[in-house]
């Protein structure tokens, strides 16, 4: 299975962008690139994904390497409540899209 | 509203005993999930069914069991036979060919 590696936590003031970094060297032409976000005693809440191209949506963008080996999730605009632990993922559709999850990164923001 | 609900939220037992935790989603998808939460860690798969009355075990399957006899339901059966039960348990739901998954907001099931 490809793997991702995330720093173990992050910190950032309010109202600041956030950049969360993760590795995927071993990612194969046909993975996407998922971000999920777990807050504290609730189940991962979907935020973006992407194959080549960065992506936007309401939530936040993501910039993917020109190689595919990294990307990265902005936050435009942290506020309290995205505070919680991200996971940078890799599915594959001829694998069933199964998603295997690793330690994320525990996001903290300082009013 | 359409959704994925699990439950009960909170779940107790003795060891020894069978549990069954509940997992019911209104979205039409194909695919669920099962998934095993220990604190302070990610999410390990312990199985998953890409259609009706077919399933295959995850990377931790061992002390579990499941059925998927209805596309909406997909139960799971914590045996005895598992040896660290205590964890928070999180079930997911998703379109076969889709790459967004929705997950329930967990069991949190406690073995004394």
């Known amino acids: 299975d490809a793997k991702t590696t995330q720093p173990n936590s992050m910190e950032s003031n309010e109202e600041e962008p956030v950049h969360l970094p993760c590795n995927h060297s071993?990612?194969?032409?046909?993975?996407?690139i998922h971000w999920y976000r777990q807050l504290p005693s609730q189940g991962p809440e979907y935020v973006i994904h992407?194959?080549?191209s960065n992506v936007n949506n309401r939530m936040a963008s993501l910039a993917i390497a020109e190689d595919r080996k990294s990307s990265t999730l902005i936050l435009h605009r942290a506020t309290l409540r995205d505070a919680a632990v991200y996971y940078c993922?890799?599915?594959?559709?001829?694998?069933?899209?199964?998603?295997?999850f690793g330690g994320g990164t525990r996001l903290m923001v300082k009013p | 509203d359409g959704g994925i609900t699990q439950s009960p939220k909170y779940l107790f037992r003795k060891e020894g005993q069978n549990v069954t935790l509940s997992c019911e989603q209104n979205?039409?998808?194909?695919?669920m999930y099962w998934y095993r939460q220990d604190p302070g860690q990610g999410l390990r798969l312990i199985y998953y069914?890409?259609?009706?009355?077919?399933?295959q075990k995850g990377d931790i399957a061992e002390g579990y069991s499941v059925s998927r006899e209805k596309k909406e339901s997909f139960p799971l059966t914590v045996t005895s036979a598992q040896k660290n039960p205590t964890a928070f348990y999180l079930c997911?739901?998703?379109?076969?060919?889709?790459?967004?998954?929705?997950f329930g907001q967990g069991t949190r099931l406690t073995v004394v």
């Open positions: 997911a739901s998703s379109i076969k060919s889709s790459t967004e998954a929705f």
């Open positions: 071993t990612i194969s032409g046909t993975d996407y």
């Open positions: 992407g194959l080549t």
């Open positions: 993922i890799l599915s594959n559709n001829n694998a069933g899209n199964m998603l295997t």
């Open positions: 979205l039409n998808h194909d695919a």
């Open positions: 069914s890409q259609i009706v009355n077919d399933f």
